[in-house]
């Protein structure tokens, strides 16, 4: 693979078609079979609509509501990034909408998918995607007591229940959103109940165990993080959130993690879990490793029995309680050897103090 190819790889959708095979490092392989319905035959398509949050650069979101919401319901609110190195894709291309559609039917959610500036080559450099994003996420807060511009979100968003998403580089975003609410806040009262981080687009200089050393590879992750964030080196908090000395701040209470096996940025993914722990936040979280995937599988085939589960998991992580964790999987074995190739749960002790 020359240098142009894997560039090209990068450029065109976030190391989408890497398929580089890291394996597991002290862990043991496990499968689970979750029951799972297929998505064929779908019939109930939510409702969508386009809103500007920012006119003063035409940005917009997309808005969905699952078909036959009530008058008066209350449902979980998802404020979801999209993916693509910060340089391609948005809320409004199929790719995004067709899974958005899906998640919200299964899910029963109302959702955000919020379009922020994309860098090119000589504009928009980081952190003008972040700006954006937060300037959206505030906008959503700005409808937490009712009173907000969209009758959607006033009506129907349980803002008991915000779920910050992302695939990607908008995993990436959805981070530091978490993590700018930890630091600065927003609306007052405006709070995240759980994140969910699908392929987050972290790395660092050097190679973390299980990590890619191939210098190629690294080189060209190096090249395209730094067309989007010249003055950004490889260590820097926004792309290796290990370095960030805030990172004990993120502020949600549970968070959820899906890694794939052929993906290269499957260790860092890991490894920001990891690294959460060590820091001192105090959630739960839950990181699920695919089998035989690579990265954002899931956008690439809605219909796959990956796709399905992996969408299942985030309606259960949404919809459950989580008072005992008690939903969570228990890791399996069965013959279909389909899913998951590591996995693992933090749940933190409870304190036996009176």
Not at 165 to 170: E, K, L, Y
Request: glycine letters at 6%; proline letters at 5%.
């Amino acid at each position: 693979m020359n240098m142009q190819c894997i560039l090209s790889s990068i450029i065109f959708f976030c190391f989408l078609t890497f398929t580089v095979n890291i394996h597991p490092v002290n862990s043991d392989q496990l499968a689970y079979d979750g029951s799972v319905e297929s998505l064929m035959g779908t019939e109930t398509i939510p409702e969508s609509k386009d809103i500007v949050y920012k006119p003063e650069f035409n940005l917009s979101a997309r808005l969905y509501l699952p078909e036959n919401t009530a008058e008066s319901q209350k449902l979980p609110l998802l404020v979801y990034y999209h993916g693509g190195g910060f340089i391609i894709e948005s809320p409004f291309s199929s790719t995004y909408h067709n899974f958005l559609n899906v998640l919200v039917s299964e899910a029963n959610v109302i959702a955000v998918s919020v379009e922020y500036r994309l860098s090119s080559p000589f504009n928009n450099k980081l952190p003008v995607a972040y700006d954006d994003s937060w300037t959206a996420l505030e906008w959503v807060a700005s409808h937490l007591n009712g009173d907000g511009p969209e009758d959607w979100l006033n009506q129907h968003a349980d803002f008991q229940r915000v779920f910050l998403s992302g695939d990607s580089a908008g995993a990436n975003i959805a981070h530091q959103m978490a993590l700018r609410l930890g630091t600065q806040g927003t609306v007052e009262g405006f709070a995240v109940s759980g994140m969910i981080l699908c392929h987050p687009s972290f790395w660092g200089q050097d190679a973390i165990p299980g990590e890619t050393t191939d210098t190629e590879i690294r080189s060209a992750v190096a090249l395209s993080w730094l067309s989007v964030c010249p003055k950004c080196m490889l260590d820097h908090p926004w792309i290796n959130p290990a370095t960030d000395l805030s990172l004990a701040l993120v502020a949600t209470p549970r968070l959820q993690v899906f890694v794939s096996e052929l993906d290269i940025l499957q260790e860092r993914g890991w490894y920001y879990a990891q690294n959460l722990r060590q820091s001192g936040w105090s959630g739960i979280q839950e990181v699920i490793d695919f089998l035989g995937e690579g990265h954002v599988f899931h956008l690439k085939n809605l219909t796959s029995r990956n796709s399905s589960i992996l969408r299942n998991r985030i309606a259960t992580f949404i919809n459950e309680k989580w008072s005992d964790a008690s939903f969570l999987m228990e890791p399996s074995r069965d013959s279909s050897n389909f899913m998951v190739s590591r996995r693992a749960l933090y749940i933190p002790k409870v304190s036996s103090e009176t």
